[in-house]
């Protein structure tokens, strides 16, 4: 499949989901390429049907001229790529992207459900949108939480919050091949990106129909991150507005302001690994998560066996 040229700025690649399944990592390994740009942030444009809110619990979307905006200035690129890890989850965003361009090309990044529910909860939790440090009390209020309740103060994405729904993968998965044609999705596992990362960024490169010789720096990206103090993230999610004034004195420039935030979230922050699941429970949803990953073996034709009984891992 040869790649199109650049006859304009607008996105026509998508790196789709699922969450924490190596989207961030190939999204910056792709960035390094010289005929690909991806926009730094998820942007989530086309996630009509998914409710985001901010800090004060107010709708949020980007706009259609901000959203262009990040793929102005990057006409020269063969690719423009939007990664936003819930278009995978959206039961709109494939028919919104086709509908936008019927010729992009479509990455989806699937991981082992039970790993990836895992690194879901960890991630809500670093991002204080998860209340339930417990991963299986989080998991048992899902139903409760799909009623609107036990949902966390300032939650960002309450969608978030229905692990086992963001990782029920076939059915999400033939809603892009139905509406692309799978020559036009490429599905990567998680598992190849770790085992193989020179390899599967080819085999990406080559499905994309650029250069695939290129070797990027292959750092390693989004590993399992917990925040130093509580207290710090949620003054700097919900900065006091007498805060923010005294700041607005002490820095006068809005970058220099936004560099010492990135700053300050940075110092916050550090990696860790995240505690194993109970084997109890790993065993209970490996059960569960059986019939959906034999549907989608079908759907791939592909063996996922390794996914039924496979030792704990990943970032």
Request: include cysteine; hydrophobic fraction near 35%.
């Amino acid at each position: 499949m040869s790649a199109p040229s650049a006859v304009s700025a607008d996105p026509n690649l998508f790196m789709v989901g699922a969450p924490k399944s190596g989207t961030t990592a190939l999204a910056t390994y792709f960035t390094q390429h010289p005929d690909v740009f991806v926009a730094a942030k998820e942007l989530n444009y086309f996630s009509f049907d998914l409710d985001f809110r901010t800090m004060k619990g107010e709708k949020w979307r980007v706009t259609k001229e901000a959203y262009l905006a990040w793929f102005s200035d990057h006409g020269d690129k063969r690719y423009r790529g939007d990664h936003s890890v819930f278009y995978l989850y959206s039961r709109r965003a494939a028919e919104a992207i086709h509908d936008f361009d019927p010729d992009s090309r479509i990455i989806i990044m699937l991981r082992n459900p039970v790993d990836q529910m895992h690194s879901q909860h960890s991630e809500m939790l670093f991002q204080g949108d998860e209340n339930l440090r417990d991963f299986s009390q989080a998991l048992a209020a899902e139903e409760d939480r799909k009623r609107g309740h036990q949902i966390p103060p300032r939650c960002r994405k309450t969608f978030g919050l229905l692990y086992r729904d963001l990782a029920r993968y076939a059915e999400q998965v033939e809603r892009y091949f139905t509406v692309f044609g799978r020559d036009q999705v490429c599905v990567i596992l998680y598992d190849d990106l770790v085992a193989d990362t020179p390899g599967t960024y080819r085999r990406a490169l080559e499905f994309l129909g650029v250069d695939p010789d290129f070797r990027p720096d292959f750092v390693v990206v989004n590993a399992n991150k917990v925040v130093r103090s509580t207290f710090t993230r949620e003054f700097l999610r919900r900065t006091p507005s007498s805060a923010r004034r005294v700041g607005r004195l002490l820095v006068r420039s809005e970058d220099q302001r936004a560099a010492l935030r990135r700053r300050l979230h940075a110092m916050n922050t550090q990696q860790r690994s995240r505690p194993a699941i109970d084997p109890r429970l790993r065993r209970e949803l490996e059960a569960e998560f059986a019939p959906e990953i034999g549907r989608l073996e079908e759907l791939l034709g592909q063996d996922l066996g390794r996914w039924r009984s496979a030792p704990p891992g990943g970032a």
